[in-house]
């Protein structure tokens, strides 16, 4: 099934869980049977979406370096047109003294606006990356749960913990098409857990 490149980390971790609180208890064990094509389809589909993400925050942290680039060349720009317009000044009016005060003056102005560029593009990427780090940690706390999570219904399946089970029989429980979320011969582990 193709996923679309837009798919939220977050949406795709409250499916998952989601797919496991309700699955089916079976009586006299602390066992859940879960349909284990949804829960592999999910996890492909995190497989796909983490990388994407990855790939935004990469974005956006160019996006401010090209930024502070361009404010850079701005400013550099700028006082050369300034020193230019000084000797401009000097050579054809023969105003040494007033000219290089304006000189001066220019190129301060120019100095100054290009520190201001600069500033206000330092401003808009720390902006951006404060944004990107709150949702990077967002996703980071989401999938750690999401991981705990399996790994607390694991742990009880296993029967290696007495912590109570949430059981809710989803419509189609009684059809019987789901599947035990582990079983001795067909575990299925998380790639690297």
């Given amino acids: 099934m193709p996923y679309s490149r837009s798919v939220d980390i977050i949406f795709l971790l ?24 949804a829960i592999l389809d999910l996890i492909d589909q995190l497989r ?7 790939q935004a925050a990469k974005r956006i942290n160019a996006e401010g370096e090209r930024i502070i680039e361009q404010a850079h060349e701005e400013a550099t720009r700028i ?10 000044l000097i050579s054809e009016r023969g ?12 190129i301060a102005e120019a100095e100054a606006a290009g520190r201001e560029v600069a ?7 720390e902006q951006m990356l404060v944004a990107l780090e709150t949702e990077v940690e967002k ?8 991981i705990d999570v399996l790994d607390d ?25 789901g599947h035990l979320a582990e079983d001795e011969a067909g575990a299925r582990p998380l790639p690297g857990r």
């Fill in 119 to 125: 500033a206000g593009a330092d401003s808009y990427a």
């Fill in 95 to 106: 105003l040494t003294e007033g000219a290089e005060a304006e000189g001066r003056r220019i």
């Fill in 139 to 146: 996703t980071l706390v989401a999938i750690r749960k999401g």
């Fill in 48 to 54: 796909v979406a983490i990388p994407e993400e990855v």
């Fill in 153 to 177: 219904r694991r742990a009880q399946l296993r029967g290696e913990t007495t912590e109570p089970i949430a059981e809710a029989a989803p419509p189609d429980a009684a059809q019987g098409n």
């Fill in 14 to 37: 409250e499916r998952l869980e989601s797919q496991i609180a309700t699955g089916t208890g079976v009586p006299a064990t602390r066992k859940v049977l879960v349909d284990r094509d």
């Fill in 79 to 88: 006082a050369s047109r300034a020193q230019e317009q000084a000797a401009f």
